[in-house]
Nanobody, 122 residues
Framework: VQLQASGGGLVQAGDSLKLSCAAS????????MGWFRQAPGKERVLVAA????????FYVDSVKGRFTISRDNAKDMVHLQMNSLEPNDTAVYYC????????????????WGPGTLVTVSS
């Protein structure tokens, strides 16, 4: 499976940004997807996950109410809408997939694409 994230950039605190990830190489609609981020000097962590159908989602507490994960199975795309961005959201963001229809466990993800950098200035 190949994953390509896009949409990162430099924004100010309080702004919004939408990340997108294009998937190819296998039947996209059969698998759950996730967005990870890695801040400078920190480990990569899962921030949002979505089931194969889009009906089940997971968010880490720090982004609940601000980020929304969605998917378009017709276009093999997954998105992360990020609102009310904070400087602590600064990180490289990666989309990822697993072999499960849905999982919120980081260790279940086994494929990542190149990341896209999000920088939030104060």
């Amino acid at each position: 499976v190949q994953l390509q994230a896009s949409g990162g950039g430099l924004v100010q605190a309080g702004d919004s940004l939408k990340l997108s990830c294009a998937a190819s190489g296998r039947t996209f609609e059969n698998y759950g997807m996730g967005w990870f981020r890695q801040a400078p000097g920190k480990e990569r962590v899962l921030v949002a996950a979505i089931s194969w159908s889009g009906l089940t989602t997971f968010y880490v507490d720090s982004v609940k109410g601000r980020f929304t994960i969605s998917r378009d199975n017709a276009k093999d795309m997954v998105h992360l809408q990020m609102n009310s961005l904070e400087p602590n959201d600064t990180a490289v963001y990666y989309c990822a997939t697993s072999n499960f229809k849905y999982t919120r466990y980081q260790s279940d993800y086994n494929s990542w694409g190149p990341g896209t950098l999000v920088t939030v200035s104060s």
